[in-house]
């Protein structure tokens, strides 16, 4: 359905020598988010969110060890409570698969983290936003958009409008592969433009996803335990790496994970690797394992904690401690001048970790400091 808006703001009026007439269509929308860098744009009405809850249901029975996090997420299937007056969703994507990943920082910091521009106002991701959000505005709607976080579930949305799919790693596909931001806006007016998504579904007999995963968070095809996962240990959780079962697995990853998105044959030469992500090279020149982990408090306040902010304010010797795990994992014993000035780094939860690293390093190595 496409329907035309036609509608004028009297309370605006008294700002304003006169009313302004506003018209816009879900087809320019559309138009619209593609003209400003989108890969897709579809239009849903906020009823069509209802079946999330279902779907969180049975995750959470699948994992009840996950309930306790995801109970807050009931709300995305019906976000008219918080917002009574949304009438539906404009879901967006944007592919971020055409930057170059520095190779400091390359299979350490997940290419979703490292090209976020959810942040970084000189990215053409939140350029596309702004002027998003701008242009609904402007054509007379009323908008509610959080620019960190969703306000509404947006795989699911993003399949009701039929712009891609989800495949058997979990992750939103569409023509390009996986590497994908989704946005949802807010919007007070019914409209919706939907299609059908002529991707095709994964083979029954592809399941590369699945053992290419390093902590088996993948266990079954669509099923994903959010606790075990790399990517949430290594940012939302697992704040003691010396306690964490899964440290070992973890293996290099200190922000994020691309594996499993990297198995997956849909996703073959879906990197293009042709743009430079704003910043991203100088930024990467001093992100390497070995200067994260000497790196001045200074510098990961101004610099890492801005890019990498799943991990709040306050908290940076996080940075530190996921450094020194993957230097663990590693067995390489060139680090081992690093671990040891760790030793004497201003915060005892990196002290800590360090002497750590050290002990069990020089333990399966062999080799200590006479």
Known sequence: MCRKVCYSYPEKAETQEENVLMAVSAAEIVEKAIELG???CGIIPVEMMRGYEAKLEERMEHFPETRRKYEGFRKFAYPEKEFPWAKAIVIVS????????????????AKYYLTDGRRNPDSQGYKAGA????????????VAFNRDFALTALRWAAMQAGIGIVRKNNFFYTEKGSYQYLEAFLIDEPLQLTAESTLRPCAE?????????????LEAPYTMNR?????????????????????????????GCDVCQDACPHNTSAWKDT???????AWAGQSALEEI???DYDWLRSAVQPK????PKGKEWRYKTNALNAMRNSGDLRYLPVIRKACGDESPEVREMAQWVLDEIEKSSGTSEQ
């Open 205 to 217: 007999s592809c399941d590369l996803c699945i053992p290419a995963c390093p902590t088996h968070s």
């Open 293 to 295: 982990v000497l790196a």
């Open 131 to 142: 002027a998003l959000e701008k242009y609904l505005r402007d054509s007379g709607l009323r």
């Open 275 to 281: 743009e430079k992500f704003p910043g991203l090279e």
């Open 308 to 311: 990498l902010w799943y991990i």
């Open 227 to 255: 606790n075990t996962c790399v990517s949430c240990l290594t940012t939302w959780d697992a704040w003691d790496m010396r306690t964490e079962p899964r440290r070992g697995e973890i293996g290099p990853w200190i922000f």
């Open 94 to 109: 944007f592919w971020y698969g055409k930057y170059r990943i520095p190779a400091a920082v390359r299979g350490h910091i």
């Open 38 to 40: 989108y890969d897709k």
